[in-house]
Structures are given as structure tokens and as C-alpha cells.
């Protein structure tokens, strides 16, 4: 068997030329039994390709393959498309009071992505204006419960990713502050009973 590949960057064509050569001859061989395709079978080739620098969100890119057995006429595939997703998410922390009487307080966060959607989002807090570290890390999740405590102040933002890997770009300041000032531990009220 031989194969040739060639791409024709003109067109944008990847052509592969598969020959069954009989060693006894030289030639194409003239049984169908001892081909590289037997009749029936089925076989599949692949490839990828990087697209070009600098297209758009949104941009489709789309490929056909044709199959031409000996001399038959042409038969098609399904046109499969890829659609261009190189935009970041946005995504954002919702306002909290500005004090809290509860340790544990819920934090909420949204986004939005104009390409493949969102994956997930990372949550992170500042603890009294320190560093700011993971809370959450790739969560599906669009709230949480977070556990404070008693005089600390809390500092949140989030960072989402969408669904083809681009990231949300880093940020280093908070969107939602809020300080812890009563040790209640806030939950369900407890049922009492009367009797």
C-alpha cells in the first residue's frame, strides 16, 4: 500500500490518496479480497488543525470530507462545524450588607459569555484585607455559604471560566465587602414544643 497527504493552503484542502499495490506485480490488485478496504469494511482518518490568529468569537469554521472508491463518483459526509470561542467570560460578585449578625452569611455570583457559556466559576476572599485566597474553587455552583467570624471583614470576587477553557482575567480588588458583628449562628428557627 502507498499513501500520499498533501494540503493545498490555496484551498484550504487536506487530500489523502490511498493505493493497494500487489507485491507480485507491482500494480493495483485486481481482487477485491486482498485491497486495503475489503468490501463492507468501514475506516475512518483524522487531523487537526489550529485556526488562523485573530478571528472572532462567533467565527464558524466548517469541513466536508469526500470519499472516492477507484473511479466511483464522489460521496459525501456530513459538514461538521466549529464555531470560534476566544472571548473571556464576565462574571461578578453580588453586593453584600455592610455588616452581618450571622457567622455564616451567603454569597452570591453570576457571569456571563457571549461564546460556549460558562464552566465555572473560582470564589475568592480577602479576610480582613489580606491576601485574597480560593474559597471555592471551579464550582457550578452560583451561591454559597461562607463562615465568618466575630470583627473579621470579608472581601469576594470571582474569576469564571467558560466551557472551551478561556478564564476570566485576574482581578485584585473585591466586589463584595461585608464585616461579621454578631456571634449568632444563624440557621432554622428551632421548633418548641408547648406541651
Same mark, same amino acid.
Given at each position: 500500500m502507498t499513501l500520499d497527504a498533501v494540503f493545498n493552503p490555496n484551498t484550504n484542502t487536506l487530500t489523502w490518496n490511498f493505493n493497494s499495490i500487489d507485491p507480485l506485480t507491482g500494480l493495483p490488485p485486481t481482487d477485491p479480497r486482498i485491497g486495503m478496504? =475489503? =468490501?463492507?469494511?468501514?475506516?475512518?482518518?483524522?487531523?487537526?488543525?489550529?485556526p488562523k490568529q485573530g478571528l472572532a468569537t462567533g467565527t464558524q469554521i466548517s469541513d466536508q470530507a469526500s470519499v472516492?472508491?477507484?473511479?466511483?463518483d464522489p460521496v459525501y459526509t456530513n459538514i461538521w462545524v466549529n464555531?470560534?470561542?476566544n472571548t473571556p467570560p464576565i462574571s461578578s460578585v453580588a453586593a453584600l450588607p455592610g455588616s452581618e449578625l450571622c457567622l455564616d452569611f451567603t454569597v452570591q455570583w453570576s457571569g456571563t459569555d457571549v461564546g460556549a457559556g460558562?464552566?465555572?466559576?473560582?470564589i475568592y476572599v480577602?479576610?480582613?484585607? @489580606?491576601?485574597?485566597?480560593?474559597?471555592?474553587t471551579n464550582t457550578s455552583e452560583t451561591?454559597?455559604?461562607?463562615t465568618g467570624q466575630v470583627g473579621h471583614t470579608y472581601s469576594?470576587?470571582?474569576?469564571?471560566?467558560?466551557?472551551? @477553557?478561556?478564564?476570566?482575567?485576574?482581578?485584585?480588588? @473585591?466586589?463584595?465587602n461585608t464585616r461579621v458583628t454578631?456571634?449568632?449562628?444563624? @440557621?432554622?428557627?428551632?421548633l418548641v414544643n408547648n406541651q
Open positions: 478496504l =475489503p =468490501p463492507g469494511a468501514n475506516a475512518a482518518v483524522a487531523f487537526s488543525a489550529k472516492i472508491f477507484n473511479h466511483n464555531t470560534i470561542d460558562i464552566q465555572d466559576y473560582t480577602s479576610d480582613n484585607g @489580606g491576601q485574597f485566597a480560593p474559597w471555592l451561591s454559597g455559604t461562607f469576594f470576587y470571582s474569576i469564571a471560566r467558560d466551557l472551551v @477553557g478561556n478564564v476570566e482575567p485576574p482581578k485584585n480588588t @473585591g466586589e463584595a454578631k456571634p449568632n449562628l444563624c @440557621g432554622p428557627i428551632p
